[in-house]
């Protein structure tokens, strides 16, 4: 699976979109983009993934750039329960292959 | 709505114990993963399995075994556990196939393991 690179941490005001960046420069052409997150103790909660196109569904958007070597997840309008590490992952889809988690980002919504 | 089912939210056993920790799911699952996630060191994948009595390691099996005798159901086991062991664990599934309809893993609550 690519390695992705995050900012460790991002702040965002309650009700602003918050836009957390992520960079895979060494994604193969059948690797999808997928992030989850993973709010304090409890287990990391699928948010969305895409292979080139954007999307968009109920929880978030998220946004690829046409080389795919990185891409950015929008929250449209954060609230205080959207405080959580966000993890960006490349893979195939479906492997058997283990889910590599890097470090994330920590992101804080401030009232 | 779809759940992976950790058998405890907390944990507590004593230096030398055999723990088994269960998950199970209920989305009809091939693939099933254990992980453990310290501070400052993320998540990282102890075993995981693609079938019904199939286990590959991962990036750190020492002292875990696990067993899926059943395809809902994976165990992770602590043969002797210790001090370092302490941790928080987490089981996820997901699906395989070639598309990425429906492939997106599911994770458990986690099991808050800690030694003593």
């Known amino acids: 699976d690519a390695k992705t690179t995050q900012p460790t941490s991002m702040d965002c005001a309650e009700g602003r979109a918050a836009n957390l960046p992520c960079n895979h420069s060494t994604i193969s052409g059948n690797e999808y983009v997928y992030w989850y997150r993973q709010i304090h103790s409890q287990g990391p909660q699928y948010i969305i993934h895409g292979l080139k196109n954007n999307e968009t569904n109920e929880m978030a958007s998220l946004i690829i750039t046409e080389d795919r070597k990185s891409s950015t997840l929008i929250l449209p309008h954060a609230t205080l329960r959207d405080t959580a590490v966000y993890y960006c992952i490349v893979r195939e889809p479906g492997s058997a292959r283990q889910l590599t988690f890097g470090s994330g980002t920590q992101l804080t919504v401030l009232p | 709505d779809v759940k992976v089912t950790q058998s405890s939210r907390y944990l507590v056993k004593r230096t030398g114990e055999k723990v088994f920790l269960e998950c199970v799911q209920d989305m009809d699952h091939e693939n099933m993963f254990w992980y453990r996630q310290d501070p400052g060191l993320g998540l990282r994948l102890i075993y995981f399995?693609?079938?019904?009595?199939?286990?590959e390691k991962g990036d750190i099996p020492e002292g875990y075994s696990v067993s899926r005798e059943k395809k809902e159901r994976f165990s992770l086991i602590l043969e002797s556990a210790s001090t370092n062991q302490t941790s928080m664990y987490l089981c996820a599934s997901n699906r395989p196939g070639t598309g990425s309809r429906n492939t997106e893993a599911f994770f458990g609550q986690g099991t808050r393991l800690t030694v003593v």
């Open positions: 399995s693609y079938d019904v009595k199939m286990k």
